[in-house]
């Protein structure tokens, strides 16, 4: 479930910028350490090209045209066509993904069928069972594993800058972790923003989102449900909570584009700073309306976009909006180029308060897993 929201959590204090910088490194740096060094299982992965070379590897994953494979002699990812791909042998377990939806968990075989253009695709799933399907209809597929450690993917990335004209320093962490299954899966993910000028007050941003999702009867719909928090000192919010679920559909799904939308009810509670003149405390309930579009170009270039509208019920003439874009760039290895746009709107905001926060954040990204 391609589907991320923001997780309900108290925010950290507001540290002088050298102690949350170092706090935030030290994060970093033990989740790097903590991250298992190889997700992959044993190499024996098998491809053979159309044009007769043969290539035995560790396959990652498969999206964008593209598969992703690592070799013992090589450092890093390498990307190989999908469409001169002529036969796949592997005795290892994938999570494959169909255009209609449908998901399977098992060995993967890939074979032409003689006297035709056709390529097959056989999946044998651990009881035993055999499905059989055309490779055109393959949307996606990645390696998994029986241990919960091998199904882990995610990213971590972090920026920082600093000018001395004005003594500003700004600085930007943060990580996401999808756990697959075959028809449901979970997210975790952490945002946070610090900005520090000489002579002005601190500014931060701080996020927590947690979310997960269940494919329905119906392949290409599913239920999602999830909670978020957020700190903001730029519209002075101590704490928002956000708890809600709906129902989604994939509206799209190729090896290059996904395209999903969710209807849903969200309960909201923002805590405001001792500054705000009005209710220091606010309750809504709202109708929640997400759009989430995530497009990925072969050598590796990602683009996901989230847009998400609420309509408060309680609050008639009032909306919340908030949206989430991000860019990555494959510079080699498993180190990405990032390029990050967050921002959230209030229509109607206590007096005395911003309706708005939003930025963009650059740096580096480390992925792990099959991303």
Known sequence: MAVVFPLSSCPPRIAPSGEFMLLSTVLLGATLIMTPPAMLGPKNDVLYMKNGDKLTCGIKSMDAGAIYVVLDYVDGTISVEWSRLARLESPNLFLVQLDDGAVYTGNISIHPVEGSDSVLVEITEPGGHRVTFDKSRIAAFSSTSASFWGRLNGNISSGISYAKGNQTTTYNISSNVNYPRPRWSAGLGFNSNFSNSSGATAS???QFNLTAGHLMRWNNWFYTG????????????TL???????IGKYVKKTSNVRMSVVGGLVWQETNYGAGVSTASTEDMLGVMLLGTVNYVKFKKTTLTLTVNAIPSLSDPG??????????FLKLF????????FYGNWDTQPPSGTSGNDYGINSGLSFTFGNQ
């Open 204 to 206: 931060t941003r701080n």
């Open 226 to 237: 999830f909670a978020s928090g957020l700190q903001s000192t730029e519209q002075q919010i």
């Open 240 to 246: 928002q909570t956000n708890l809600g679920g709906g």
């Open 318 to 327: 009032r909306f919340y909006f908030n949206t989430n874009a991000s860019y």
């Open 333 to 340: 290895g498993q180190i990405n180029w990032n390029l990050s």
